[in-house]
């Protein structure tokens, strides 16, 4: 499974490593095996499914386009300033397993023994990258259009027992693909917009939702490098910028700032929203194929794996076979590292200073939290000892306020729409409770719901901060406060 075209510049390798999780996620999802229900439906983000296609093919859209914006230095830069255009996917591939019969032909089989050795029929995925060359930054509504076109193909593949003897063979097949990509360039506010749109034009009709996916671009995203020009994030403008940003329009298809932390030449238009300069976790292997994964957790599940499930896995596809063997190779300094760390987010980052980069630099040495722990660290289990928040209380307009206690809500706090539900009720405090900054929350439950008693049972609270709350009397009326006496929201 080789790219078709040569790799990016090596200054896109950073850059590359983070599109290679967003072109491979959802690809295989644990257990990595051909038989797992999950396995059988895949290719969820980033998907342009062929345009002429049945309804019942339930194909994906064909089209997906960004719009993101740059600043050149001044005029005279402007002339020369350019952005080369990437466009990556995956194209299916099928492998089909045939078996040799007695008479010399061929026959389809799910599965092949092959001198002990399973070998699987399955869809597997060929990596494309289109280099689609240097579009001009022209703000007079300058545009481009090309169609691009990736070959199809068939090969075939002999299998032989121990004995060199033919007992069948591999047969891979991919449909071509045609992809046209446009570009617009014009001007807002003294920023430049970059418009890039893909479209997916495969020629054929999609009957059926195998068809479907056969003629679609999966994984779809681009690579966008300026030079002469910088881009701007969209996801945090500069105050001038953010009118223009703000009109900037997505289909399908989200940029953010990619490559180095501060870096402004690269933007990876992604079929997921990102934040700028996203990473890779320095503690993970290698992939896993789930999107916010947890290496640890799918590691240990994988080890747990029977010696026949991790055989068939290996047979899947030769991307689960790297994960299968770098599970059983790990070393127990290794399954360590994927536990993580306690790093300070306000503390420097790798290489900013003398402690920077060192794994045993982490929160466990940092300032003891706000809140009490009874003389244990903060981050130790035993700390809980000194925190009880079934007796715990918080002063609130000179109340001491405890489980029992009677309270007015009064949400002001990025309120949401159930919060708001809940202005002038009467609640009933369930807990107070600290977090490890030293903030307070008090939870409660609704007195008048009927559910009130259920939602205490199982732990189902709503939390608001002190601020948000009027202590109540003893025996004051559990209803709602009549509209002209209720007390405002605080701003």
């Known amino acids: 499974m080789t790219p078709l075209t040569p790799t990016a510049p090596a200054g896109l390798d950073h850059v590359r490593t983070i599109a290679d999780a967003v072109l491979y996620e959802g690809y295989l999802l644990y257990p990595y095996r051909a038989s797992s229900h999950k396995n059988r439906s895949r290719w969820q983000f980033g998907v342009l499914g062929p345009p002429d296609a049945a309804p019942g093919s339930f194909a994906e859209d064909p089209g997906m386009e960004t719009q993101c914006l740059l600043t050149v230095p001044d005029e005279a830069s402007a002339a020369g300033a350019e952005v080369t255009v990437r466009l990556r996917f995956l194209q299916l591939q099928v492998r089909e397993v045939q078996r040799l019969d007695e008479d010399g032909g061929h026959t389809p089989v799910a599965a092949l023994d092959v001198a002990g050795v399973p070998v699987l029929s399955w869809d597997e995925a060929v990596e494309c990258e289109l280099d689609l060359?240097?579009?001009?930054?022209?703000?007079?509504?300058g545009s481009t259009e090309e169609a691009h076109t990736v070959a199809g193909g068939e090969e075939a593949e002999p299998l032989t027992d121990a004995h060199g003897v033919a007992v069948?063979?591999?047969?891979?097949?991919?449909?071509?693909l045609t992809a046209r990509v446009r570009t617009r360039t014009t001007r807002d506010d003294g920023f430049l917009r970059l418009s890039v749109s893909v479209e997916n034009e495969h020629p054929g009709t999609a009957t059926d939702k195998d068809a479907a996916i056969r003629a679609s671009l999966i994984g779809a995203h681009l690579l966008l490098q300026a030079h002469g020009a910088e881009f701007v994030s969209l996801r945090e403008p500069p105050d001038g910028a953010a009118p223009a940003a703000a009109r900037c329009r997505q289909r399908?298809?989200?940029?953010?700032?990619?490559?180095?932390?501060g870096s402004t030449d690269t933007?990876?238009?992604?079929?997921?929203?990102?934040y700028d300069h996203p990473e890779i976790a320095e503690q993970s292997p290698g992939a896993l194929f789930d999107s916010t994964e947890i290496d640890e957790i799918l590691t240990l599940r994988v080890m747990t794996m029977t010696e026949g499930e991790k055989a068939e896995a290996r047979a899947?596809?030769?991307?689960?076979?790297?994960?299968?063997?770098?599970?059983?190779?790990?070393?127990?300094?290794?399954?360590?590292?994927?536990?993580?760390?306690?790093?300070?987010?306000?503390?420097p980052a790798p290489g900013d200073g003398a402690d920077a980069g060192d794994p045993l630099a982490d929160l466990r040495d940092a300032e003891p939290p706000a809140f009490d722990t009874g003389g244990a660290p903060w981050w130790d289990p035993a700390a809980d000892a000194a925190v009880s928040p079934a007796s715990d209380s918080v002063v609130i307009e000179g109340v001491p306020v405890t489980k029992g206690s009677l309270v007015r809500v009064h949400p002001s706090r990025r309120a949401d729409a159930q919060d708001l539900f809940f202005a002038g009720r009467v609640a009933r405090v369930t807990a107070v409770l600290s977090d490890v900054d030293g903030g307070v929350h008090v939870a409660l439950v609704l007195v008048d719901d009927p559910a009130a008693d259920l939602h205490d049972w199982y732990g189902r609270y709503f939390y608001f901060a002190p601020d948000e709350l009027e202590p109540l009397p003893a025996g004051a009326?559990?209803?709602?406060?009549?509209?002209?006496?209720r007390k405002e929201n605080p701003s």
């Open 267 to 274: 933007v990876l238009g992604a079929p997921i929203i990102l």
């Open 477 to 485: 009326p559990e209803g709602p406060r009549p509209p002209e006496h």
């Open 316 to 347: 899947t596809d030769p991307r689960a076979r790297e994960i299968i063997d770098r599970c059983d190779t790990m070393s127990a300094s290794d399954l360590q590292r994927l536990h993580g760390l306690l790093r300070d987010p306000h503390g």
């Open 252 to 261: 399908r298809c989200w940029p953010v700032l990619a490559g180095a932390k």
């Open 133 to 141: 060359g240097a579009v001009p930054l022209k703000g007079d509504g």
């Open 168 to 176: 069948g063979r591999v047969v891979r097949r991919r449909e071509p």
